[in-house]
């Protein structure tokens, strides 16, 4: 068995075998995204269901010496989602596709990253309500992680709300050591629902602002 093989089964194991792929058509339609420009093709992806499995997929990325490409919508115009040079894992988000909450009374929604800015802001408006920024013009795909991100902005109310990040209160984050860490208010393990982004120290949401995925998921 080769080492690639060996860390292939060890993924599988976390996923089961229908969210993860190596074979040869999977791997070339990962080595694009929206730029069309072929810098490489990952060994594998995988497709996370919570970030206790990315916690587990980065410790074997990490001991492995692995690059991982955390990936929303693709909708990078600038190579980001995908890999730069053969090989690594591809982490696929958008199975990550669920509202988690929608605390009305203090107008915060908690997601999870791979939504679509589409998805979310057709729930919200059920509730008359929506994102303030509404993501980026490629919001019908792109997800909420890869706008986060990307600082992104222009899907509309950007002029009055800023960038999505300006909106962003809490992050769970899983750090390429596998750590999973909580910013803001929801660091207070007494909190249920985030509801302030400063106050409980330096603002380390701000670190995975416009990061590309570099340091944490
Ligand atoms: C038609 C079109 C219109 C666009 N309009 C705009 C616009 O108005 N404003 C604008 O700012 N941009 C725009 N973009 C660019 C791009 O679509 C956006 O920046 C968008 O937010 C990218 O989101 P995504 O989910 O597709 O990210 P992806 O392309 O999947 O990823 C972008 C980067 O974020 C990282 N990443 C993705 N998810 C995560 C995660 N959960 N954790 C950590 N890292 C992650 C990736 O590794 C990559 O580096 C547009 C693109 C297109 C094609």
Known sequence: MTRLSEVY???????????????IYVRHAYSR??????????DIVIRPKDAQEIA??????????IPVTPRGGGDCEFGGSKPIGDGGIVLDMKRMNEIINLDQENLIVTVEAGISWGKLNEY????GLYTGCMGPGSGMTAAVG???????????????????TNQLVSLEVVLPTGDIIE???????????????????????????GDNG???V
């Open 146 to 164: 890869g706008g986060i991100s990307h600082h992104s902005v222009g899907g509309g109310g950007c002029a009055k709300y800023g960038a999505c």
């Open 9 to 23: 089964k060890k993924l599988e194991n976390i996923v089961k075998e229908k969210y993860i792929s190596n074979s």
């Open 33 to 42: 995204n929206v730029d069309p420009v072929l810098q490489g093709v990952p």
């Open 183 to 209: 910013t803001g208010s929801q660091a207070n393990k007494y909190s249920k629902f985030p509801f302030n982004r400063f106050g409980n120290g330096p603002d380390l949401a701000g670190l995975f602002c």
């Open 124 to 127: 919200l408006c059920h509730f």
């Open 214 to 216: 570099i340091f944490g």
């Open 56 to 65: 587990e997929i980065l410790k074997i990325a990490n001991i492995e010496n």
